[in-house]
């Protein structure tokens, strides 16, 4: 079960990376998901990646790690799931909104505008000077 | 003393609370936000007179048992740094008094002050390494939205640029954080010292914290890896622009010291590779800063290249490098929210932020002129302001351990920063303004904006006239982080196993 769980998690932070490096922002965005994903179902599987061990008490049965997964890691990853969904949301929330003011979605011609000289204030109109 | 100790975080979590229902008066708003900073100060300067007896102070959240349960644990370190936050919030908010036309001086600015300060206050207390990293997401998603506050495109352009990385550098911290609860099987962060230091530890649990630094690298804007901090810090209102100055970096900062100094006491390979990384910053930092030409862009590099000298403290590994790290940490957070600030006001008064179209400032303003040389100096690392002292206990170290490259380049850097400054001296104060008496602008509505930074400035006099003290302080801090035992004790000791 490892190896496939490991070539999951693989393919999900490679597919991950590699659109959070391409130009524009919608591949950004899916790839910081994807990257996520991968980053959480690695975190699962620090408890042990098990069948029918599942981290709820059965009577009688000795309450260790031999006899249920570990269940810190599933606290964490939902943890990680639910600050990961805020950000996401706000990131999304930032991109379209970007797009409507930029008017398109090159990461690159985007991030420019950052870098143009900063605009100077509006000239007064009529105040007093102190 | 639990209610203390948890005081950081529940101050302006209530302050956020009740700036949120009390959203239909402004005035309300901003009485309640205002009273939230300074209590949260007072809180800073409690922890900080029970700290400096030498406790280390510990709880454990909600009365859960260490390694489930989190540990919460103020050290000297730790309630310096929340003091200076509650510093620095408070000149925030009566900064952002100021009559501005920005968009962003709204009603949501002060909740999401405080959402900000909730995060940077538990990243400063908190003793598990999974909540050090909800700490940093509080205030990441509280970064966000202050950033982008007002909207615009230059903003958003920004925003763009620092959600993208420090998203990136949250996924490698997460990772890290996993990797290393799967390699030792705690997260406690005392309880992994003990482990570390007995050498319990598989290598995996290594790796693993080189991720981890990695990540708060990127977070503490270090070379390589510091591009997104000059590309997004001076597109934002120009109040939050100075509390990310001060604060956010900072936090990295403080992260990467905790985990060295409880992880990797002694010196490693890692703090070899921390040197170099150290120097580059602070070369490429103030290099990178005498090339732009706009008092925000240039003030953001600075950040970067003193960032830098802090590290340098941190991979020395002596007490006395420490010493030098922790006093550098809370003179320049002090100094850089004040020149962000004072930026901010020689724009309002120029009408514009590129030096070419600013001056005329000291012939107008004299008193601005010294508010501004004070930091300028300060930062510079003149006698007698606080900066001074920073660096002279940073080089000493480094001369003391031999790191003749690190000395150097932490005097050349210094030589930069002078340069820069009075870059900005010449072209925003000492030269007329371009477009003559046309050019000024009016001075309404800024007295708010003067108290502050007179309020910094004075500080900055006090922490250089005044060194002695807060040396002591730092150096005690140093000792405290050199001797992980103690902290380890303090946790088990509150009843962490």
Same mark, same amino acid.
């Given at each position: ?20 490096? @391409?130009? @524009? ?32 008490? @059965? ?72 | ?7 950081? #975080? ?55 048992? &260490? ?61 598990? /390494?999974?909540? #050090? ?14 950033? /982008? #506050? ?12 620092? /959600? ?38 598989? &290598? ?26 000059? &590309?997004?810090?001076?597109? $934002? ?32 390979? $890692? ?54 790290? /922790? ?73 003391? &351990? ?96």
């Amino acid at each position: 079960m490892e190896i496939v769980f490991s070539l999951a998690v693989g393919v999900l932070g490679g597919s991950g990376v590699w659109l959070v490096l @391409r130009p @524009r922002t919608f591949q950004v965005i899916l790839g910081l998901s994807l990257v996520s994903y991968a980053v959480n179902l690695f975190i699962f599987s620090m408890g042990s990646l098990s069948i029918d061990a599942e981290p709820i008490v @059965r009577p009688g049965v000795p309450q260790d790690l031999l006899h249920y997964t570990d269940p810190m890691p599933q606290a964490l990853v939902l943890t990680a799931i639910v600050i990961g969904f805020a950000l996401f949301v706000f990131a999304l929330a930032v991109l379209k909104r970007s797009w409507e003011v930029h008017g398109n979605v090159e990461t690159d011609r985007i991030t420019a505008v950052a870098e143009e000289p900063a605009p100077d204030l509006p000239a007064p109109a009529g105040e007093d000077k102190a | 003393m639990n209610t203390l100790i948890v005081s950081p #975080l529940l101050i302006p979590l209530a302050t956020l609370v009740a700036t949120l229902l009390a959203r239909r008066s402004p005035r309300a708003v901003t009485a309640l936000s205002l009273a939230g900073a300074l209590a949260l100060t007072a809180a800073g300067m409690a922890l900080v007179a029970l700290a400096a007896q030498g406790q280390i102070l510990a709880t454990q959240a909600g009365g859960w048992a &260490a390694p489930y349960g989190i540990t919460l644990v103020i050290d000297r370190l730790s309630a310096a740094m929340v003091a200076i936050t509650g510093i620095i919030g408070t000149a925030t908010l009566v900064f952002a008094l100021a009559r501005d036309d920005d968009p962003a001086r709204s009603r949501d600015f002060h909740p999401l002050v405080h959402g900000l300060l909730v995060g940077v206050c538990g990243a400063f207390i908190t003793g598990d /390494v999974f909540n #050090l990293y909800v700490w940093f997401e509080v205030l990441l998603v509280g970064s966000f939205a202050l950033l /982008v #506050l007002g909207g615009g495109r230059r903003r958003l352009s920004g925003t763009v640029v620092y /959600v993208v990385l420090n998203l990136v550098a949250t996924m490698m911290f997460l990772l890290a954080a996993g990797m290393l609860y799967g390699a030792s099987g705690s997260l406690n962060m005392a309880l992994l010292a003990q482990a570390f230091a007995a050498g319990e530890v598989p &290598a995996t649990a290594h790796a693993s914290v080189v991720l981890m630094l990695t990540a708060f690298s990127i977070k503490a804007a270090l070379f390589p890896v510091f591009g997104w901090l000059p &590309a997004s810090y001076h597109v $934002a209102w120009t109040p939050v622009s100075a509390l990310f100055a001060g604060l956010l970096t900072k936090v990295g900062v403080y992260a990467l010291i905790r985990i060295v100094t409880l992880f990797w006491p002694d010196a490693s390979a $890692a703090h070899e590779v921390l040197l170099w990384v150290a120097c580059a910053t602070m070369l490429i930092g103030v290099l990178g800063a005498a090339a732009q030409v706009e008092v925000r862009r240039i003030l953001s590099f600075h950040i970067v290249s003193q960032v830098g000298y802090m590290i340098l403290g941190l991979a020395l590994a002596t007490p006395l490098a420490l010493a030098g790290a /922790v006093f550098y940490l809370i003179h320049h957070i002090v100094v850089k929210a004040n020149l962000f600030f004072i930026g901010g006001i020689a724009a309002r008064l120029t009408g514009s932020e590129r030096l070419a179209a600013m001056g005329g400032l000291y012939a107008r303003a004299p008193w601005l002129a010294l508010l501004f040389a004070i930091p300028a100096l300060s930062l510079a690392g003149i006698p007698p302001l606080s900066g001074f002292w920073a660096k002279f206990v940073l080089v000493k170290a480094s001369l003391d &351990a031999s790191a003749w490259i690190a000395a150097a380049v932490a005097l050349i850097t210094g030589i930069f920063t002078l340069l820069s400054m009075s870059k900005i001296w010449n072209e925003a104060f000492l030269k007329p303004h371009p477009a003559g008496d046309a050019g000024e602008r009016s001075a309404a509505g800024m007295r708010p904006a003067v108290w502050a930074v007179s309020a910094l400035a004075a500080m900055t006099v006090a922490i250089g006239l005044g060194a002695g003290p807060v040396m002591d302080y730092a150096v005690a801090a140093a000792e405290q982080l050199g001797a992980p035992a103690g902290y380890i004790a303090a946790v088990t000791a509150s009843g962490g196993q």
